[in-house]
């Protein structure tokens, strides 16, 4: 099992700065991926951007060049830092932990962190 707890969420003005932080416990050794997933009111969850073991990064095309993850192993804790933030960014964002076992994929996921972009 792993254990997920976000943080650095809260209100920014457009155009401004947030860093998300997601700190990993429990059977962190088994994780594959981590990443950061967001839903909008009225929308589905999408992915945002992620981080393989080995380091590789993803990211979606409306975050491109505004947003960067990143990884503290020590802290067994990955970051989002959001640039340059727009209305549209609002959502609630997740944290996320995969695990690949095979053909089957667990997934654990954060309790969410509420980032609201508004003047």
């Known amino acids: 099992q792993v254990q997920l707890v976000e943080s650095g969420g809260g209100l920014v003005q457009p155009g401004g700065s947030l860093r998300l932080s997601c700190a990993a416990s429990?059977?962190?050794?088994?994780?594959?991926?981590m990443g950061w997933y967001r839903q909008a009111p009225g929308k589905e969850r999408e992915l945002v951007a992620d981080?393989?073991?080995?380091?590789?990064?993803k990211y979606v095309d409306f975050v491109k060049g505004r947003f960067t993850i990143s990884r503290d192993r020590a802290k067994n804790t990955v970051y989002l830092q959001m640039n340059s933030l727009k209305p549209e960014d609002t959502a609630v964002y997740y944290c996320?932990?995969?695990?690949?076992?095979?053909?089957?994929?667990?997934?654990?996921w954060g309790q969410g962190t509420q980032v609201t972009v508004s003047s």
């Open positions: 981080i393989t073991s080995g380091g590789s990064t």
């Open positions: 996320n932990a995969k695990e690949y076992r095979g053909l089957v994929v667990n997934d654990y």
């Open positions: 429990g059977s962190i050794f088994s994780i594959n991926a």
